[in-house]
């Protein structure tokens, strides 16, 4: 137990660390090594600990847009997990499970700032991805894909925090509506509509940057 906070105790910002988990064999599945963490089993922990680190660190960074908040969140996220683990079944993905708690703890934290959710910074490279990339080859091409970049973030810092908040879960964890509606306490169909409006905003706004066959595509 005292072995298991202390790992988590001083991992701030995830590293390339995580090179160290083996990966002879079958890898278990999350639900498998946390029931085996709740009898005890601290490499079972550190297993979920190199798996999840870097999705759970990005989307708290890119919620709050500060380093310095997302580390503290990221620790007591970690804690609450080893505070839970005797309580803890297999009825939900561990995902879910372990994201339910890193979005009441970024709540909690704007709650105790007196202030509503930070609007979060977001990398452009999975959207970006659907656009037709440039050449690099001019100057031209480097000064269209600057562009293209800041109108996704200045597009994604005008979404609704909800809705941003569900575009952020939904490319970071890979789960599925069903589980972010767990995660955030709302409905599936409510998920739903949030990633749907969220979605079309950002492509919205950055349809001038986009082929007609991609226009059409993504209306």
């Given at each position: 137990m005292a072995v298991a906070a202390g790992e988590v105790g001083g991992a701030a910002a995830p590293s390339a660390a995580g090179a160290t988990v083996s990966t002879i064999g079958a890898a278990p599945d999350d639900a498998t090594l946390m029931l085996r963490y709740r009898k005890g089993d601290v490499r079972a922990f550190e297993m979920l600990y190199e798996r999840h680190k870097g999705a759970l660190y990005r989307y708290l960074q890119r919620l709050c847009r500060s380093p310095e908040?997302?580390?503290?969140?990221?620790?007591?996220?970690?804690?609450?997990?080893?505070?839970?683990?005797?309580?803890?079944?297999?009825?939900?993905?561990?995902?879910?499970?372990?994201?339910?708690?890193?979005?009441?703890?970024?709540?909690?934290h704007f709650r105790r700032a007196g202030r509503p959710q930070d609007k979060g910074a977001q990398d452009v490279d999975a959207l970006a991805g659907e656009l037709p990339g440039p050449s690099h080859e001019s100057p031209d091409a480097a000064l269209s894909e600057a562009q293209l970049r800041a109108d996704f973030k200045r597009a994604l810092d005008e979404l609704p925090a909800e809705q941003r908040d569900v575009f952020l879960l939904y490319e970071e964890t890979g789960l599925g509506l069903e589980d972010i509606g767990r995660i955030t306490g709302v409905a599936m169909e409510t998920a739903k509509s949030r990633l749907r409006y969220a979605l079309g905003k950002l492509r919205g706004a950055l349809r001038q940057h986009q082929s007609p066959t991609l226009q059409s595509s993504v209306s």
């Amino acid at each position: 137990m005292a072995v298991a906070a202390g790992e988590v105790g001083g991992a701030a910002a995830p590293s390339a660390a995580g090179a160290t988990v083996s990966t002879i064999g079958a890898a278990p599945d999350d639900a498998t090594l946390m029931l085996r963490y709740r009898k005890g089993d601290v490499r079972a922990f550190e297993m979920l600990y190199e798996r999840h680190k870097g999705a759970l660190y990005r989307y708290l960074q890119r919620l709050c847009r500060s380093p310095e908040v997302a580390n503290d969140l990221f620790q007591e996220v970690w804690s609450k997990v080893i505070a839970s683990r005797e309580r803890y079944e297999a009825r939900a993905k561990f995902t879910t499970f372990l994201f339910h708690i890193a979005h009441n703890c970024a709540v909690d934290h704007f709650r105790r700032a007196g202030r509503p959710q930070d609007k979060g910074a977001q990398d452009v490279d999975a959207l970006a991805g659907e656009l037709p990339g440039p050449s690099h080859e001019s100057p031209d091409a480097a000064l269209s894909e600057a562009q293209l970049r800041a109108d996704f973030k200045r597009a994604l810092d005008e979404l609704p925090a909800e809705q941003r908040d569900v575009f952020l879960l939904y490319e970071e964890t890979g789960l599925g509506l069903e589980d972010i509606g767990r995660i955030t306490g709302v409905a599936m169909e409510t998920a739903k509509s949030r990633l749907r409006y969220a979605l079309g905003k950002l492509r919205g706004a950055l349809r001038q940057h986009q082929s007609p066959t991609l226009q059409s595509s993504v209306s």
